[in-house]
């Protein structure tokens, strides 16, 4: 089936960035919207960022919208997430999921493939 694994967690001081990477295998990767979720401990699961197939548009939660960027290319199954001014208030695993329909949707239960997280630090 499919799978998606993500790569480029790690420790960043508060105010610097990170970006995500997110490939995919096993399916179709192009015709289907993706999304990053996040999930810090004793914390519900929350929609970060959303794109859909063609990247043409986005769809950002309130609190990373002018921080974060959702990217994808298609060619290579890879799906990004470009993390700026990043706060100690966005560490958490950071999950990609696949989405089933062709809109972005904000909750976990529209998306119906996902990997198995990268974990980001903000500390000093």
């Known amino acids: 089936q499919v799978q998606l694994v993500e790569s480029g967690g790690g420790l960043v001081q508060p105010g610097g960035s990170l970006t995500l990477s997110c490939a995919a295998s096993?399916?179709?990767?192009?015709?289907?919207?993706m999304g990053w979720f996040r999930q810090a401990p004793g914390k519900e699961r929350e929609f970060v960022a959303g794109?859909?197939?063609?990247?043409?548009?986005?769809v950002y939660a309130d609190n990373v919208k002018g921080r974060f960027t959702i990217s994808r290319d298609n060619v290579n199954s890879t799906v990004w997430l470009q993390m700026n001014t990043l706060r100690p208030e966005d560490s958490a695993v950071y999950y990609c999921?696949?989405?089933?329909?062709?809109?972005?949707?904000?909750?976990?239960?529209?998306?119906?493939?996902w990997g198995q997280g990268t974990l980001v630090t903000v500390s000093s």
């Open positions: 999921a696949r989405g089933k329909y062709a809109y972005i949707r904000p909750t976990d239960a529209d998306y119906n493939y």
């Open positions: 096993g399916g179709t990767f192009r015709a289907y919207t």
């Open positions: 794109t859909t197939w063609n990247g043409g548009n986005a």
